[in-house]
């Protein structure tokens, strides 16, 4: 009953929005503008997912319900932190202001009460079939690709939006391989909610590359600035790196958006300044990535776990201080956070020299109800003894958050000087650090298996 309430009032708040477009004077409401009539489409959608789930309980668990409704309510947080971002909210406040949000909460919290420990160890969901595993691990994936883009003309298509387009094209649900030949490709890429199981190959992280420019300065919200944008459930990548190349002067500038649930990024790269990498919902696996940032630069919504990844933090702009994470959890009923698992954090080339000019920080809380782990982690000397940041000097969410460490090693990793916040924790129990890892934080053995990737389930 709640979930329908949220529906109701949440398709009444789409007709607001649709008619608020006619008062679209200036660049910044329109694009806030346009970014929140997508986003209310992804919460009707993801209510609606919802709602079929739990009137057919065989296709929904609990935790399904649980990841559908955060997303649901993340994508009205990015509305408005869009409207924010670009000084519109007066504009775009109307349309928020009608308790889609509190009645998601509503439902989050019921929901949440419901939640039982779940054994993923037998069987797979129904969308898994015997021809998809170890898929990504196969050196000939790209020879059974449905459709090749090449810059030289060689492949069927030039352009990756092109190849995606003709995958909205194609009959039935199966899986959709697209091979991108080595190339820079400058172009901004979008994977819409309605097209499922795509996958992207590259001939490796080096050679293959999405490149684009959008920014916060250049106009654009940090959502709308992402230079590669995926909704779409069940997205997989491999051997690619999205590049945003705005600079450290421009603020914002997203080099990959992901909320596709049940996707997997395996050996890719994602290279930027502040917020690189925008996370925004639902469950997300990262195994094997380059990931290159300055400030907040991997932040969002999502339950996502980065293993064996390697975290490079580059050099900012004067006076600026280096933040890897902003985790957005907004509501304690939530099954959100990142976790970062037996990764590398170390400085870039261009911040080695000068690493002793500049403060760096596992991770500030975005959100009420921040959530961050690091398990097994090597922390190199740039991370400041403190290890966390305050949300722009003030004591947002310390009671709140929930930062952890769990047996980290390197000259970063030493906990004795750490923040001393409710919130903040130096886990000594497995059992605690346990909850966090691919088996239990994303459900990891329902679905991982189906795309091959090579993962850990546990500590």
Not at 46 to 58: D, K, V
Not at 114 to 139: A, C, H, I, N
Not at 190 to 207: A, K
Not at 363 to 372: E, I, K, L, V
Request: aromatic share 12%; proline share 3%; glycine share 8%.
């Amino acid at each position: 009953m709640t979930v329908q309430a949220a529906m109701e009032r949440a398709l009444h708040a789409k007709v607001h929005a649709k008619q608020l477009g006619q008062r679209c004077g200036s660049k910044r409401k329109k694009a806030v503008w346009t970014d929140c009539l997508k986003l209310f489409d992804d919460t009707i959608f993801q209510l609606n997912r919802t709602l079929q789930g739990l009137q057919n309980n065989a296709s929904c668990s609990d935790f399904d319900a649980q990841t559908w409704l955060s997303a649901s309510l993340t994508s009205l947080e990015i509305c408005r932190a869009g409207s924010v971002e670009l000084n519109v909210s007066s504009f775009i406040l109307p349309i928020l202001s009608n308790n889609v949000s509190d009645l998601i909460s509503n439902s989050l919290a019921i929901n949440g009460v419901l939640m039982q420990e779940q054994d993923y160890k037998d069987g797979f969901p129904t969308w898994v079939s015997d021809g998809e595993r170890k898929l990504l691990q196969s050196p000939s994936v790209a020879s059974r690709a449905n459709v090749v883009v090449a810059k030289d003309g060689s492949g069927n298509f030039r352009s990756i939006q092109a190849a995606v387009n003709a995958a909205a094209k194609r009959t039935g649900n199966g899986r959709f391989i697209i091979y991108v030949k080595r190339g820079v490709y400058r172009e901004n890429i979008e994977i819409p909610s309605n097209l499922n199981r795509i996958m992207l190959v590259g001939d490796g992280l080096r050679y293959t590359i999405i490149t684009g420019s959008r920014s916060v300065g250049g106009g654009f919200t940090t959502y709308s600035s992402a230079t590669f944008g995926v909704d779409g459930v069940g997205f997989i990548a491999r051997g690619i790196t999205f590049r945003n190349t705005a600079g450290p002067q421009y603020a914002q500038a997203v080099a990959l958006r992901s909320a596709s649930d049940l996707s997997v990024f395996y050996a890719c790269g994602f290279e930027g300044y502040q917020d690189t990498l925008f996370v925004v919902a639902q469950r997300q696996f990262f195994k094997s990535c380059y990931i290159y940032g300055t400030i907040d630069f991997i932040f969002g919504n999502a339950a996502v776990v980065f293993q064996n990844c390697n975290i490079y933090v580059r050099k900012p702009l004067d006076g600026q201080d280096n933040v890897i994470t902003a985790q957005g959890r907004a509501d304690p009923f939530q099954n959100t956070g990142i976790s970062i698992h037996n990764c590398r954090v170390m400085a870039a080339p261009d911040l080695r020299p000068v690493v002793s000019s500049f403060q760096t920080y596992l991770g500030r809380p975005w959100q009420q109800y921040s959530r961050t782990v690091f398990l097994k982690t090597y922390l190199d000397s740039l991370v400041n003894p403190a290890g966390w940041s305050a949300w722009e000097n003030s004591d947002f969410a310390f009671d709140t958050l929930y930062y952890g460490e769990y047996m980290n090693s390197g000259p970063g990793s030493f906990t004795g000087n750490r923040v001393k916040w409710p919130g903040y924790r130096v886990m000594t129990s497995a059992n605690e650090a346990l909850q966090f890892t691919v088996g239990s934080f994303i459900a990891g053995r329902a679905w991982l298996p189906s795309t091959g990737v090579p993962f850990t389930a546990g500590l």
